[in-house]
Nanobody, 124 residues
Framework: QVQLVESGGGLVQAGGSLRLSCAAS????????MGWFRQAPGKERQFVCA????????YYTDSVKGRFVISRDNAKNTVYLQMNSLKPEDAAAYFC?????????????????WGQGTQVTVSS
């Protein structure tokens, strides 16, 4: 079992930055691919980005390319999401997820464990 706890959300003005963290329990974190998803009210949960177990491969949805950076520190069992140049449309609850199998996937069904989410609000 893996438990994921997100933190770092909050209120930021458009154009500002936030860094989200996702702390994982368990000894197998370093073998998992990790992803970030977001969900706005009334909408489906959407893929944001993913990183492989080593941090050597990353994948981003088009709308965040060049603004968001996913990274991980396996020694700290933590994955990060640095969000820059935030826009009002980035506002959502952000969730981290762990995938036991290898590969960077965008489908929520490909992930085995989920955090409880952290809210990001962007004011215009």
């Amino acid at each position: 079992q893996v438990q994921l706890v997100e933190s770092g959300g909050g209120l930021v003005q458009a154009g500002g930055s936030l860094r989200l963290s996702c702390a994982a329990s368990g000894s197998s974190f370093s073998s998992y691919a990790m992803g970030w998803f977001r969900q706005a009210p009334g909408k489906e949960r959407q893929f944001v980005c993913a990183i492989d177990w080593s941090g050597g491969s990353r994948y981003y949805t088009d709308s965040v390319k060049g603004r968001f950076v996913i990274s991980r520190d396996n020694a700290k069992n933590t994955v990060y999401l640095q969000m820059n140049s935030l826009k009002p449309e980035d506002a959502a609850a952000y969730f981290c997820a762990a995938r036991v199998s290898s590969g960077l996937k965008t489908d929520v069904r490909e992930y085995n464990y989920w955090g409880q989410g952290t809210q990001v609000t962007v004011s215009s």
